[in-house]
């Protein structure tokens, strides 16, 4: 299986702060690497797929980058409703998932 | 719109087993595959395994070998995950989750039922 490492793994920021999070995978994945946030009691709701495609509906403060095996997503001027768990995920072959990264208010 | 609707919440004891449905509306339920992941309290998204809806296929997660069945019912939309042999471990939250294909053939997950809590305890 691919491992995927997600860094760091609990993050501190406030409204309005840009904030990244990064995702290295055992071996390369081309860009087949996805981004999902996680509420408390929700199921995950898909940001990015494919690296850097923002998926219909989710505002442009998120974004995607990275190939191979180092990938990050980006949150510009944080909002209060973006205090979440985020995950990564490679489609790459049998999925699997970063430990994930929870983002904290300050 | 695309929904998941997924059954209610089991409490099961060890070395039973559970079966948890997800209803799909919304779509041509043969159109996308389906996946399965489940949640341990606290933890991670672990994936478990996938069914092909329009063929039947299934490829499971070596952990679950053995010990894990999906199957579909294209009548109703409805697909099925069955655990057997439940030990405490398996308390988590399961998820159906559906299978997109990007413009470019990359795959992810656009639409997730709302999670079935499953308890195991004696």
């Known amino acids: 299986d691919i491992q995927m490492t997600q860094s760091p793994s609990s993050l501190s920021a406030s409204v309005g702060d840009r904030v990244t999070i990064t995702c290295r995978a055992s071996q390369r994945i081309a860009g087949y690497l996805n981004w999902y946030q996680q509420k408390p009691g929700k199921a995950p709701k898909v940001l990015i797929y494919?690296?850097?495609s923002l998926q219909s509906g989710v505002p442009s403060r998120f974004s995607g980058s990275g190939s191979g095996t180092d990938f990050s997503l980006t949150i510009d001027s944080l909002q209060p409703e973006d205090f979440a768990t985020y995950y990564c995920q490679q489609s790459y072959s049998n999925p699997t998932f970063g430990q994930g990264t929870k983002l904290e208010i300050k | 719109q695309v929904q998941l609707v997924q059954s209610g919440a089991e409490v099961k004891k060890p070395g039973a087993s559970v079966k948890v449905s997800c209803k799909a509306s919304?779509?041509?339920?043969?159109?996308?595959?389906m996946h399965w992941v489940r949640q341990a309290p606290g933890q991670g998204l672990e994936w478990m395994g996938i069914?092909?809806?329009?063929?039947?296929?299934?490829s499971y997660a070596q952990k679950f070998q053995g010990r894990i069945t999906m199957t579909k019912d294209t009548s109703t939309s409805t697909v099925y995950m069955e655990l057997s042999s439940l030990r405490s471990e398996d308390t988590a939250v399961y998820y159906c989750?559906?299978?997109?294909?990007?413009?470019?053939?990359?795959?992810?997950?656009?639409?997730w039922g709302q999670g079935t809590p499953v308890t195991v305890s004696s």
């Open positions: 989750a559906r299978l997109e294909k990007s413009p470019g053939s990359k795959y992810y997950f656009d639409h």
């Open positions: 069914i092909n809806l329009s063929g039947g296929g299934t």
């Open positions: 494919a690296a850097s």
């Open positions: 919304g779509y041509t339920f043969t159109s996308h595959h």
